[in-house]
């Protein structure tokens, strides 16, 4: 009679240990890959929501949208993290409330982008602001949407609009740059392209886990504010 031999346990062992380093080599990899796929779907939010505010913008005589457009979605309490809209773009051209939210922001439902205060905004950091889209002259150079993860994690939404000092200010004032995607910040531009940000500062990385009763943070050299502040519409910033 013929006997069916089973494993033996370090037949097992070495089988459990093989699956063990398999699994630690193409972990980071599968990883990788989710974030490289939420990190299309972010770039496509943004292209949606930029295209809708510039017809937005077209469709009211060339007068960009304010940045204080954030709100409840109708029929949802303004506390309810799901129903964070912008409004006029939801309303008129985007109903769905998925378009306002990164898949890679951990803050369920919560909106993910700000518009650019310089942009049809009022916040008295810059000298000017752009009121309307002709005011722009270079619009593949200035930012339109921006990630932006606000410090405090019961926040529901961000503040709706993202301000900058200007140059040569190494201060980064209340509003930080969400370091998604693999330690950058994914952003759109007024002439409708996205691009993402691998920031090169260590003290930016760290921006967007501030303590929320934190308003000002200096961070002298920093070459990413510089950065953000040329492409935030500041024209003496040496970027611009």
């Known amino acids: 009679m013929c006997r069916r031999r089973g494993f033996t346990i370090i037949e097992l062992m070495t089988v459990i240990a093989i699956i063990a380093v398999l699994t630690a080599i193409l972990l980071p990899s599968v990883r990788k890959a989710w974030e490289q796929a939420r990190l299309v779907k972010c770039e496509s939010n943004l292209r949606q929501l930029t295209h809708a505010y510039t017809l937005y913008t077209s469709d009211n005589d060339d007068t960009l949208l304010p940045p204080d457009s954030t709100a409840a979605q109708p029929g949802l309490p303004a506390n309810n993290s799901d129903g964070i809209v912008i409004l006029p773009l939801y309303n008129n051209y985007i109903p769905t409330t998925g378009v306002f939210h990164c898949p890679s922001d951990p803050r369920d439902g919560a909106i993910s982008y700000s518009i650019n205060d310089y942009l049809g905004g009022g916040f008295p950091t810059y000298p000017s602001h752009a009121i309307h889209s002709k005011d722009v002259k270079n619009s593949n150079r200035v930012f339109v949407f921006i990630e932006e993860m606000n410090p405090n994690p019961k926040a529901a939404n961000s503040s709706g609009g993202f301000s900058l000092l200007p140059y040569p200010n190494p201060i980064w004032m209340r509003h930080f740059p969400a370091i998604l995607h693999g330690h950058g ?13 691998q920031w090169s500062d260590p003290r930016t990385l760290t921006l967007s886990g501030t303590s929320s009763t934190v308003q000002f943070i200096s961070t002298p050299g920093d070459p990413d504010l510089v950065e953000l502040q040329a492409l935030g519409g500041d024209k003496a910033a040496p970027l611009y």
């Open 185 to 197: 910040t994914c952003m759109s531009f007024l002439d409708g392209h996205c691009d993402f940000y």
